[in-house]
């Protein structure tokens, strides 16, 4: 029971964590963005308002955005320990979160209308676990925002409108797509996570998965790290900018997976998180 006890505590933490501050790579990555923006510029005012209220809520473990959206749990479970136990610890966790930390709610209950109160309900938090390939027991967090999940976009290729065809020059133009689409209303600088396969909810998976990698890192594929860096290039060069006031900077990062396809299912998806990427790691 202590166990159980501590973990729970642990798990409440991460939430703190995640909800206050961003990950180092992403504030090196807001600094750097800022220094890329002309001097005096719309664009350099609003990153320079960003970092500094980033600082301010790291250090007064404030909430670096007050939406915070679907928690999403990637937990790796070592064999033996039973899943049940994982979800019921991290519903408590969450419970007790959003009155500690404390966290708004978003959940609401569609039958009735309701928010829960307590950012739990029908498949809320959304938890996905696999097995591990040692005995640490692990929990990956990201809070994602629900302007997020509204902007994003799912293509089946080949797509005649874009002119994208069922090839890796097609996956570029879908993102490219999406972001127009998007403009400046998921609060760039995005950080965008792709997803290529057969299926759909295969792909939205994959996209929203790749917000687990650092942004420096880059695909282990050359192909695929081409591409990454194609798209990343594309979209700077709309002009979108920090949260749609123009400049040069509308990602950050892109992050591509592929699946293999069917010969007559291609699916690409194409997600967009804004700048307060919240995510954090618990290891047991």
Not at 64 to 70: K, P, R
Not at 89 to 107: E, G, N, Q, W
Not at 156 to 171: C, F, Q, R, T, V
Request: aromatic share 4%; hydrophobic share 40%; glycine share 12%.
């Amino acid at each position: 029971m202590k166990g159980v006890l501590k973990l729970r505590d642990g798990i409440v933490e991460l939430y703190r964590k995640v909800a206050t501050s961003l990950p180092p790579d992403v504030e090196e990555a807001m600094k750097a963005s800022r220094g890329a923006e002309a001097e005096g510029s719309e664009a350099r005012k609003t990153l320079g308002g960003i970092v500094e209220g980033v600082g301010t809520s790291r250090k007064l473990s404030r909430l670096v955005c007050l939406e915070i959206g679907l928690p999403v749990f990637y937990v790796r479970v070592p064999q033996g320990l039973g899943h049940g136990d994982i979800v019921t610890t991290i519903l408590d966790a969450t419970r007790i979160a959003t009155t500690k930390v404390p966290l708004s709610s978003s959940a609401v209950d569609i039958i009735t209308d309701r928010n829960t109160g307590d950012n739990t309900g029908r498949g809320i938090p959304l938890i996905h676990i696999e097995q591990s390939p040692n005995d640490i027991l692990t929990f990956d967090l990201t809070l994602r925002c629900p302007d997020c999940e509204n902007i994003g976009q799912t293509y089946s290729l080949p797509d005649k409108a874009l002119g994208a065809g069922n090839d890796l020059e097609g996956i570029v133009k879908c993102a490219v797509d999406a972001v127009k689409r998007a403009g400046g209303k998921g609060c760039p600088p995005y950080v965008i996570g792709i997803g290529a396969g057969a299926a759909k909810d295969q792909v939205t998976a994959l996209s929203r998965k790749q917000l687990l990698r650092k942004l420096p890192d880059r695909a282990e594929d050359s192909k695929v790290a081409e591409i990454e860096a194609r798209i990343l290039g594309e979209v700077n060069a709309l002009g979108i900018g920090p949260l749609g006031n123009s400049g040069a900077i509308t990602a950050l990062g892109v992050k591509v997976a592929l699946n293999d396809r069917l010969t007559s299912s291609f699916i690409v998806d194409v997600f967009l998180s804004c700048w307060a990427l919240r995510r954090g790691r618990l290891i047991w």
